[in-house]
């Protein structure tokens, strides 16, 4: 199936999120691109393609949506992404699967922090990956308070 860009995928579309272990470089970032357009055309669920499309943001977050108003992405499906993800990012050394990271801008620059880390901060943009949809999510929040909270 055709690639779906992201701008036409639905808000309402099923939204998971990627960070990175590190930076991607521009060299790295596009063998990625390939491979995540690969991994969006075969994607299917029960021999149905799911219509999905990615976003990466800031080189360091992978942003996937998938239109289940189409086709639902069951679990084998969303297993073989994470299979995708992994072969992916293996050969580069990058890690999309690790949850205990985000990254923060606390004025000089994207670092990546323990969410521990993270939640102690009072200020700061985040690239953010608290969200259910496509609709709802906003990749870079200016938060005060909370890394979980919006200003």
Not at 20 to 37: A, C, N, V, W
Not at 103 to 131: I, K, N, T
């Amino acid at each position: 199936m055709p690639l779906v860009s992201w701008s036409e995928l639905p808000d309402d579309s099923r939204f998971w999120c990627f960070v990175s272990s590190r930076p991607i470089t521009p060299d790295e970032e596009s063998l990625l691109l390939k491979g995540l357009e690969k991994l969006c055309q075969d994607w299917a669920a029960h021999g149905v393609p799911v219509h999905a499309g990615f976003s990466l943001v800031e080189g360091r977050l992978l942003a996937i949506a998938a239109d289940e108003g189409r086709t639902a992405a069951s679990g084998c499906s969303i297993d073989s992404r994470m299979a995708a993800l992994r072969a992916i990012g293996d050969p580069l050394g990058i890690d999309w699967l690790g949850r205990m990271h985000v990254y923060a801008d606390q004025g000089s620059g994207w670092e990546r922090l323990r969410l521990q880390e993270a939640r102690q901060l009072q200020g700061g943009r985040f690239l953010d990956s608290v969200a259910q949809t496509k609709g709802t999510w906003r990749p870079i929040k200016n938060l005060v308070g909370s890394w979980l909270q919006a200003k």
